[in-house]
């Protein structure tokens, strides 16, 4: 499965930003997804996840202003990003996800940078 995200850019705190995350081949469907962040100096951290099912979880500090859905049809994963905060700065991965651990090789990213 490749991954390719997109919609990243320069946005002002409290603005939004809508990413996207569109995966070749045919499970996309059965397989959790997840959008991971890598801030500067950081290591990478789980942001959000959705089941197959459609089930979502979230991490606390995003919880209440990142959604993220999926359109199997479209085998397209979204992050929406509200109420940005300069510490949403990052770059913005989406991955498989199995046993709580990332499934497929990584794609480029997408930055994600709020000013202040």
């Known amino acids: 499965v490749e991954l390719v995200e997109s919609g990243g850019g320069l946005v002002q705190a409290g603005g939004s930003l809508r990413l996207s995350c569109v995966a070749s081949?045919?499970?996309?469907?059965?397989?959790?997804m997840a959008w991971y962040r890598q801030g500067p100096g950081k290591q990478r951290e789980s942001v959000a996840i959705?089941?197959?099912?459609?089930?979502?979880n979230y991490a606390d500090s995003v919880k209440g202003r990142f959604i993220i859905s999926r359109d199997n049809a479209k085998k397209t994963v979204l992050l929406q990003l509200n109420s940005l905060k300069p510490e949403d700065t990052a770059v913005y991965y989406c991955?498989?996800?199995?046993?709580?651990?990332?499934?497929?090789?990584w794609g480029q990213g997408t930055q994600v940078t709020v000013s202040s």
């Open positions: 991955n498989g996800l199995l046993g709580g651990r990332p499934l497929f090789s």
């Open positions: 959705i089941s197959s099912g459609g089930t979502t």
């Open positions: 081949g045919s499970t996309f469907r059965a397989y959790s």
